[in-house]
């Protein structure tokens, strides 16, 4: 997987980040290729291992892209209707820019897509990502990354 808008291991920029410190509240275009043969849909999850929770935070969850989309831009505009958005962890079926709490130090935001067996995983569209990562436990042929860092602002 790869990103036009930032290199994997490099600051996210403004754009794709949180409102409230100047983003735009906007997904980045993200790209992958090398599937396994039989893959027959994707998911992509954005998640914060690095966030206060102790089990992180999902921003983003997005499962049942057909086998033939192998590109979002940014904003994600072109998701098919057969597309799931699941709630992510602020209830909102929507990417949610990063904007790590102050003082929580440097935070990384892993987009992941995963190369999926089936063409659409049978999910409760109102469920949690926590469901649709279950669910791609059983159904993921292969996986593939990339992560942004992004810096809390000191309190």
């Given at each position: 997987m790869r990103s036009a808008?930032?290199?994997?291991?490099?600051?996210?920029?403004?754009?794709?980040?949180?409102?409230?410190?100047?983003?735009?509240?906007?997904?980045?275009?993200?790209?992958?290729?090398?599937?396994?043969a039989g893959t027959r849909s994707f998911a992509i999850t954005c998640y914060d291992p690095d966030a206060p929770t102790g089990i992180g935070f999902m921003h983003w969850a997005v499962a049942n892209i057909p086998a033939g989309v192998t590109a979002l831009s940014a904003g994600?505009?072109?998701?098919?209707?057969?597309?799931?958005t699941l709630p992510n962890d602020v209830r909102l079926a929507q990417y949610v820019g990063p904007n790590p709490p102050p003082g929580s130090g440097r935070h990384r935001y892993v987009f992941v897509v995963h190369a999926v067996d089936v063409p659409?995983?049978?999910?409760?569209?109102?469920?949690?990502?926590?469901?649709?990562?279950?669910?791609?436990?059983?159904?993921?042929?292969?996986?593939?990354?990339?992560?942004?860092?992004?810096d809390a602002v000191e309190a």
């Open positions: 808008d930032f290199e994997h291991g490099a600051e996210m920029p403004l754009e794709f980040r949180d409102p409230d410190i100047g983003g735009k509240q906007t997904s980045p275009s993200l790209s992958w290729s090398g599937f396994p994600a505009p072109e998701l098919p209707g057969t597309v799931l659409a995983l049978e999910i409760d569209p109102t469920l949690t990502p926590t469901v649709l990562g279950f669910n791609l436990h059983f159904h993921t042929l292969a996986r593939g990354h990339v992560t942004a860092w992004v």
